[in-house]
């Protein structure tokens, strides 16, 4: 998608300097490619990054975002990171740029935060604007409504009308449902959305295949999670009870901090199996890319490959964003570094690491469009193997709550964007050791039959078992 944007962008340069809005780590990638492609000098390639310092082997423009003087966007492309725009919001719109990029879009799906607001005016402005995301709702239909309002304000102008015809379902007027899918998938077709998927237009890229690894957790390290669930089933019996609409919500903000809680456990209680499971890896001696959500759990299996001298590269939120892209090489040219971990959102987006074939998350995300995101790092374009992806599951912890509502959540968005129903698949061959009740996602042990707090809705074409 960027090397479509930049041609596209190509085609207009009567209407040039462009504004690009991206992601903070892919604001260097956006130079790269732009440099690659563009016979342009790259003293003309404007970056705005939050220091100076740091290597600037390609030549960019590159301005401190926390320079006492005012900023001058004066490139011929200008990068600029979603947390910026709402501190040169009045700056960027006396430029006046008549093409903009809005880089990983789904960035504008919350309609209450700063960037959103300070996004949409720039983005409306434009003469030319593009929205690039492959994940352009993550969650529900609610999170593509300022998009669509961004690129055709005549159509998509009224949050109410959208919610109330597409977005039915939530609670107490949030909207947080989905309904009629069709007829808003067709919408969007008719009017801003160019949809390409792999299928279509990569057809030479091999396969992708997913198993789950059905871990086993010691019973000391299950007491607590144990313990969590049976509160929480005490916990929605009385939401069943409740007699008040407050007293339920205030129930269902305990159910919710619950369910927090049992997902923070549940990642420490899986790390000796998950470390187990990474030692059978490396004695493999593949590439592989393991993805994980919590600290503890990152800290663990970065520390364990140092303990095995096991050569890898690690990329968390606290990974400078001038650093990744040099990571990212090492671990594509390097054939002494065997692993990279990875955070699911830091690590899930914008790279290129086709070195390895084998995908590994130790934890699932609450978020569907996070793990398929984080999936295609190894499955795009360069890639010349099948790509096996492992999601290693635990019985009796959040692992059985949170696939069956990204699974119901991917079912939601594949009727909105593409028109059919898109699940999480999984080969029919599981491993030896897993449980033969869970061969499917459809049989997980549901803890919970209704997690509100969780905007989990049960789907009634799947029989629940």
């Known amino acids: 998608m960027m090397l479509e944007a930049i041609a596209v962008a190509s085609c207009v340069q009567d209407s040039w300097p462009v504004l690009i809005i991206a ?29 100076n310092g740091g290597s600037n082997r390609g030549g960019f423009n590159i301005v401190s975002s926390s320079a006492k003087s005012s900023i001058h966007l004066d490139g011929l492309f200008n990068i ?26 789904h960035f504008l799906k919350n ?25 352009p709702a993550l969650s529900r239909p609610i999170e593509l409504f300022k998009q669509l309002e961004a690129l055709y304000p005549d159509v998509y102008r009224n949050v109410h009308e959208y919610g109330n015809r597409y977005c039915k379902g939530g609670f107490f007027g949030v909207y947080q449902g989905a309904s009629n899918h069709e007829e808003l998938h067709n919408l969007i077709k008719a009017t801003v959305m160019i949809r390409r998927l792999k299928k279509d237009v990569l057809s030479q890229l091999p396969v992708k295949r997913r198993q789950q690894v059905f871990l086993d957790l010691a019973g000391k390290d299950m007491k607590q999670i144990n313990a969590l669930f049976r509160e929480l089933e005490m916990v929605k019996a009385k939401i069943k009870a409740a007699k008040s609409q407050e007293e339920a919500e205030s129930l269902k903000f305990a159910q919710k901090n619950l369910i927090n809680k049992i997902y923070t456990d549940s990642a420490e209680a899986k790390i000796p199996s998950v470390l187990d499971y990474v030692g059978t890896v490396i004695e493999a001696g593949c590439k592989f890319l ?83 995101q984080a999936e295609d790092r190894a499955h795009r374009i360069g890639q ?82």
């Open 23 to 51: 992601p903070s780590s892919l604001r260097l990638q956006w130079a790269s490619m732009i440099q690659q492609w563009l016979n342009i000098p790259s003293s003309d390639i404007l970056i705005v990054l939050s220091q």
């Open 80 to 105: 600029i990171s979603y947390d910026l725009v709402p501190k040169l919001q009045n700056m960027l719109m006396t430029c006046n740029f008549k093409v903009v990029i809005a880089d990983e879009s």
């Open 111 to 135: 309609a209450q935060a700063k960037r959103t607001t300070a996004s949409l005016p720039v983005i409306k402005k434009a003469q030319y604007a593009l929205l690039l995301s492959g994940t």
């Open 290 to 372: 393991i993805f994980a959500h919590h600290q503890p759990m990152i800290d663990s299996i970065h520390e364990f490959l140092l303990k095995k001298k096991v050569g890898c590269i690690r990329i968390d939120g606290s990974t400078p964003a001038a650093s990744r892209q040099q990571l990212v090489t090492d671990f594509q040219e390097k054939d002494s570094i065997k692993a990279a971990v990875l955070s699911i959102k830091a690590g899930g987006v914008g790279l290129t690491l086709t070195a390895a074939s084998t995908v590994i998350f130790s934890e699932l995300s609450w978020t569907p469009g996070d793990l398929i």
């Open 384 to 465: 010349v193997s099948s790509v096996n992806i492992y999601y290693l599951l635990a019985n009796d912890t959040v692992d059985d709550i949170i696939w069956d509502v990204v699974q119901n959540k991917l079912e939601n968005l594949g009727q909105m964007l593409d028109g059919h129903e898109n699940a999480l698949e999984v080969s029919a061959s599981l491993p030896v050791n897993s449980p033969s009740k869970q061969k499917t996602l459809d049989q997980f042990v549901r803890r919970c039959d209704n997690t509100d707090g969780l905007e989990y809705e049960p789907n009634p074409k799947r029989p629940r078992n």
